[in-house]
T-cell receptor, first 115, second 114 residues
Framework: AQKITQTQPGMFVQEKEAVTLDCTYD???????LFWYKQPSSGEMIFLIY??????QNATEGRYSLNFQKARKSANLVISASQLGDSAMYFC????????????FGQGTRLTINP | GAGVSQTPSNKVTEKGKYVELRCDPI?????LYWYRQSLGQGPEFLIY????????DSGLPNDRFFAVRPEGSVSTLKIQRTERGDSAVYLC????????????FGNGTRLTVT
């Protein structure tokens, strides 16, 4: 069974600093996808970034990048130049590439950006 | 374009009552998912539809939970004989057919069973 582990319940960062949110995963599948979602206090789940297991380059989307280390089974999210609006819950998720392609989520990390 | 729409946004019901939660996916998205999110937790998978059929219902906690998608678009999650432990946010998501498409989530329905 697939499992996602996020070991940081909470992170506090000064505005404009970079922050890394940790995510490790466990799977026996060779083909899978890794996602990060942001959930502000309003409750909506916002897709941030995707990394496929066969992608050789780390994914980037604006200020977001995914530090993918396949051998270590880690998929950390890096946010550069943090902003106050980045304060939210962040969830790492894995998608099975067969069947339902459902996402399995981690417990989340609450990120707080201090001015 | 319009995103995933869920109604109601909030639902308060008494223990033992029946509730229906509605999800209207993004137009053209054939895949639809229901998730449940308890306070302080990540979303947990309940059921997946591809078109009209429930292709994977392995996450439904028991037979009090049921979902339908009769015309391959709108879906309804039905909970019978609600219990206080059913209180949670119920999230619906849809996905475009293209490979690697992300799930797009609605704002959820917050269910409170008193």
């Amino acid at each position: 069974a697939q499992k996602i582990t996020q070991t940081q319940p909470g992170m506090f960062v000064q505005e404009k600093e970079a922050v890394t949110l940790d995510c490790t995963y466990d799977t026996s599948d060779q083909s899978y996808g890794l996602f990060w979602y942001k959930q502000p206090s309003s409750g909506e789940m916002i897709f941030l970034i995707y990394q496929g297991s066969y992608d050789e380059q780390n994914a980037t989307e604006g200020r977001y990048s995914l530090n993918f280390q396949k051998a270590r089974k880690s998929a950390n999210l890096v946010i550069s130049a943090s902003q106050l609006g980045d304060s939210a819950m962040y969830f790492c998720a894995m998608r099975e590439d067969q069947g339902a392609q459902k996402l399995v989520f981690g417990q989340g990390t609450r990120l707080t950006i201090n001015p | 374009g319009a995103g995933v729409s869920q109604t109601p946004s909030n639902k308060v019901t008494e223990k033992g009552k029946y509730v229906e939660l509605r999800c209207d996916p993004i137009s053209g998205h054939t895949a639809l998912y229901w998730y449940r999110q308890s306070l302080g937790q990540g979303p947990e998978f309940l059921i997946y539809f591809q078109g009209t059929g429930a292709a994977d219902d392995s996450g439904l906690p028991n037979d009090r939970f049921f979902a339908v998608r009769p015309e391959g678009s709108v879906s309804t999650l039905k909970i019978q004989r609600t219990e206080r432990g059913d209180s949670a946010v119920y999230l619906c998501a849809s996905r475009a057919p293209a490979y690697n498409s992300p799930l797009h989530f609605g704002n959820g329905t917050r269910l409170t069973v008193t």
